[in-house]
């Protein structure tokens, strides 16, 4: 039997392993579906401190996988399929085929960007079409870009991008915002934010270029269809958290993510930390410090086990 298994390899669950594995329980990691997690689908990262110069994305996970490795973590080419925390020791299946059983479990499997799905937007991720404002906004000074959703996250990062963008339009399906009216109005009455109501994105442009020009659009209550030109495109239309092999065994919100009380869920012996269990903050640094709570919290729980 495992002490500690964590699932996930982005900033959270690396760093669980970090500092789990310098308590000497050795944990288990599995490597899930995307090692490495969010970070390795963006270029630089300016905003984790402790790189002045910013690091890129990929180089700051295999940093962090090298750290863990130092201290004896052991890592898993698996995703975990279903578990069984009902009972003691907590029990997990992998694709992999093997069952597995731990007394403690950190989930940090992460959540996923949602994108229309468009071929001609998969195409161009990382190359003009991004779901991370705060990540890549920076690279889009004296820009005209677009912002698709109507959410929170869709006008906060709108007003966000103001700050590098000569112009950021905001593309919603529907006449009416979906977000907080606070954080709403804070985007309307911006002066370099527009928003094309009614409409939604038919293609993305690249004109062979291989990154972004444009966004043809389609007005969905007239037909009309129209071209904008932007350098940026923006996908906030929601995140998924990656919690299905969960469902039933955890507490969740309505929207998937699994609910914690200082990293603990309704599990005892189970916690969760990153993107798994945060909607709002999102970021590295944030899930690195929710990795490194969930681990102290696990080394905790053994003690007690033994006390
Ligand atoms: P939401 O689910 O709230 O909004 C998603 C938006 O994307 C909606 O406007 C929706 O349109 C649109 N959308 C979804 N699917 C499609 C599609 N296929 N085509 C076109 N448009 C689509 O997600 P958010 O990420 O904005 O917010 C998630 C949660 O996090 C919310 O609870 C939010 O309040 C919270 N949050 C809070 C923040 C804060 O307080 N600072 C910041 C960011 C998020 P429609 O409206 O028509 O359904």
């Not at 594995?21 to 689908?41: I, K, S, Y």
């Not at 007394?103 to 990382?126: D, N, P, W």
């Not at 189970?270 to 490194?292: E, I, K, L, M, P």
Request: aromatic letters at 6%.
């Amino acid at each position: 039997m495992e002490k500690v298994v964590i699932l996930g390899t982005g900033a959270a669950g690396l760093t669980a392993a970090l500092y789990t594995a310098r308590a000497n329980l050795e944990p288990l990691v599995f490597e899930g579906l995307e090692p490495g997690g969010q970070l390795t689908t963006t270029t630089e990262v300016e905003n984790f401190p402790g790189f002045p110069q910013g690091i890129m994305g990929p180089a700051l996970m295999e940093n962090m996988r090298a750290q863990a490795t130092r201290f004896g973590t052991r890592f898993v080419r698996a995703s975990v399929e279903s578990v069984d925390f009902s009972g003691s020791p907590l029990s997990l299946k992998g694709d992999d085929g093997k069952q597995y059983e731990s007394a403690t479990v950190i989930i940090a499997t992460g959540a996923t960007a949602k994108y229309l799905g468009l071929e001609s937007e998969q195409k161009l991720i990382g190359r003009g079409v991004t779901a991370c404002a705060t990540c890549d906004g920076a690279f889009y000074r004296d820009v005209p870009v677009c912002v698709i959703g109507g959410g929170d996250t869709a006008v906060e990062e709108a007003v966000f991008l103001t700050r590098f963008a000569s112009k950021v339009t905001i593309i919603h399906r529907r006449d009416q915002l979906r977000a907080s009216k606070i954080m709403a109005d804070r985007a309307l009455s911006n002066p370099k934010i527009e928003v094309m109501w009614d409409s939604t994105v038919e293609e993305v442009l690249d004109v062979e270029k291989g990154e972004v020009t444009g966004v043809r659009l389609k007005n969905v209550k007239t037909g009309e269809i129209s071209e904008l030109e932007v350098a940026g495109y923006f996908s906030a239309i929601g995140h998924k958290p990656n919690t299905d092999p969960f469902k039933g065994q955890l507490d969740m919100d309505e929207t998937g993510y699994l609910i914690t009380d200082k990293t603990r869920t309704n599990t005892p012996g189970v916690f969760a930390a990153g993107d798994v269990q945060d909607s709002v903050y999102r970021q590295a640094v944030t899930a690195a410090g929710t990795g490194c709570m969930a681990a102290l919290e696990a080394e905790r729980y053994l003690e007690s086990l033994e006390g």
